[in-house]
């Protein structure tokens, strides 16, 4: 089985949720980046979706695009985000890592090469937000040739009608954008979860993890009721922006402050099933 295979299959065995942290790749800086993405394991962290910078992340609101700026702005790439995961690989060969992001990154690096050096890094999946299922074979078929998922994104306005086209062809997981709009916006209520993930599971038995405004432990908790994984972003991110002081310099304690924060939210999410 897959790295997500075995996790989700393990998730499953211990009736729990999943927790699953995003960071943007070179976030405030490479070395920084790379700590905390080291780190995340030991504080529960059982998915890690790594984000590719880009210079016009549309579907992401302000923290994570002041995020992938500042990557940027320090000079991290696509090819120094691969060299992450690697890095991350020395340590850890267990913890699934999804790389998210757009799709001209990786149009620019070249598909079948991406897919190639990306399997080749230890990445498991993709999330390519800006490219739809009609139009996602010249990058699906080479990943998946590669051993790599890809991850399709499903919204309150997936419908019957719609869902099954969103479905074809994808796994992994099926993240659900449990509200509309760009990252780091408000929050859904318990009752849409626990509806539209039960009608995403009448049309397939892939996990599905719910993301998009769930930035506390206890909204975390609350989540897991229903899904099988609980992703916080933009909640994270903003706690790594939060350690860059007025000059510029990082707070010697960002890296445990950041870790120490995934630690309760991975918390809630593995304490949601126990009610």
Known sequence: MSRLETKFAALRAENKAGFVAFI???????????KVLKGLPSQGVDIIELGMP????????????????R???GGMSL????????AFREDNNETPIVLMGYFNPV?????????????????DGLIIVDLPPEEDEELRIPANEAG????????????????????????GFVYYVAVAGVTG?????????????????QHTNLPVAVGFGIKTPEQAAVMAKYADGVVVGSAIVSMIED???DNGALKTDLVDDVLNFVKTLANGAHSGRNG
């Open 79 to 86: 090819k120094k985000t691969l060299d992450m995961v690697r």
């Open 243 to 245: 350690g860059i002081g």
């Open 107 to 123: 149009f620019a690096y070249g598909i079948e090469r991406f897919a190639t050096d990306a399997s080749n890094a230890g990445v």
């Open 185 to 201: 916006g408000k929050s859904a209520t318990e009752g849409d979860i626990e509806s539209a993930i039960t009608h995403i599971r």
């Open 24 to 34: 943007t790749a070179g976030d405030p800086d490479y070395d920084t980046s790379l």
């Open 148 to 171: 790599i998922d890809v991850i399709r994104l499903a919204t309150p306005t997936s419908d019957n009608k719609r869902l099954p086209k969103v479905l074809e062809g994808a796994s």
């Open 54 to 69: 880009f210079t016009d992340p549309s579907a992401d609101g302000p923290a994570i695009d002041r995020a992938a700026q």
């Open 71 to 73: 990557a940027l702005a």
